[in-house]
């Protein structure tokens, strides 16, 4: 993939934990690597196929500007986010932001942070099988767009499935969700049990009935044992309810575990 630069960029701005870097501010410098595919914009010699790096370098000034931050960690997080939310067609950004005024009593060059963020490939599986079906699933849909660092790429049918595990309970409807995000996994889960909060989701029951029900089936091809958020999910493989529209809306991803396509895997299901 292609990459953009821009390095150095000198902003004079008001960050730092102590009184006088608030107020007497001091100089930053900025260095920006964006990954992206720049060959449409080689060929045509069209700069809209592309990022302008004179607009980005005005921009990201006027983004390190808006606030004052303690932490220069936090504000290339900020610069971090603005970049991935504003221009869509980049995959991944790297920030280093150095602070060579910086108050510690010692000869030094400069001190400085760097931060990497990227777009990842995720699914979401949901399921619901109490109060309004259709208006649990809309609800958690409108709460996922709205937030940041999460783009809904494509939604499944929903589909009426039988109980699964404990069968004394209401039919579900389940449906899964293909999107892009730059949320690590144990933060992305942390939103999506937040939202079933909000929908009142009660785990009294293992595998009971629920309002609203949200898993991360996969994300990228991650192999992960953490405990808060294994993946891909242990038992996706096992359960037409989520194969079925996994191989609706992405046939021939792979599963990192079994190597075999959602399609293949839908087969051996039913």
């Known amino acids: 993939m292609d990459k953009l630069y821009i390095k150095d960029l000198e902003v004079f701005a008001y960050h730092g934990v102590f009184p006088e870097e608030k107020s007497l501010g001091q100089k930053f410098l900025i260095s920006v690597t964006l990954t992206l595919d720049m ?21 990201l000034e006027k983004e390190f ?13 900020m610069l971090t986010t603005y970049v991935l939310n504003n221009y869509p067609m980049v995959s ?26 990227e777009w990842h490939r995720a699914f979401i599986g949901f399921g619901t099988n109490m109060g309004d079906k259709l208006k649990n699933i809309e609800t958690a849909i409108a709460s996922l767009k709205a937030l940041d660092g999460l783009i809904i790429l494509n939604q499944s049918t929903i589909i009426e499935t039988e109980p699964w595990g404990y069968e004394d309970q ?19 889960i942390t939103r999506l049990l937040a939202i079933e909060k909000e929908l009142k989701r009660e785990r009294t029951i293992h595998w009971g009935p629920r309002t609203l029900d949200l898993d991360i089936i996969f ?24 194969m079925k ?26």
Request: net charge negative; glycine share 4%; no cysteine.
């Open 170 to 188: 209401d039919v579900f409807l389940n449906g899964v969700l293909e999107i892009k995000t730059f949320l690590p996994p144990r933060e992305l």
């Open 245 to 270: 529209p996994m191989a609706e809306i992405a046939p021939y991803f792979i599963h990192p575990v079994f190597h075999k396509s959602m399609s293949e895997l839908l087969k051996e299901v039913e």
């Open 219 to 242: 994300y990228d091809d991650l192999i992960s044992d953490d405990p808060q958020v294994i993946l891909p999910h242990p038992r996706a493989h096992e359960r037409g309810f989520v």
């Open 92 to 117: 991944k950004v790297k920030i280093m932001i150095k602070k060579p005024w910086a108050p510690i009593l010692r000869s030094m060059d400069t001190v400085a942070i760097e931060i990497t963020r």
């Open 39 to 59: 060959r449409e914009a080689a060929i045509t010699g069209d700069l809209s196929k592309s990022v302008h790096y004179g607009e980005l370098a005005h921009a």
């Open 65 to 77: 500007q808006k606030e004052s931050y303690d932490l220069i960690e936090t504000a290339g997080e």
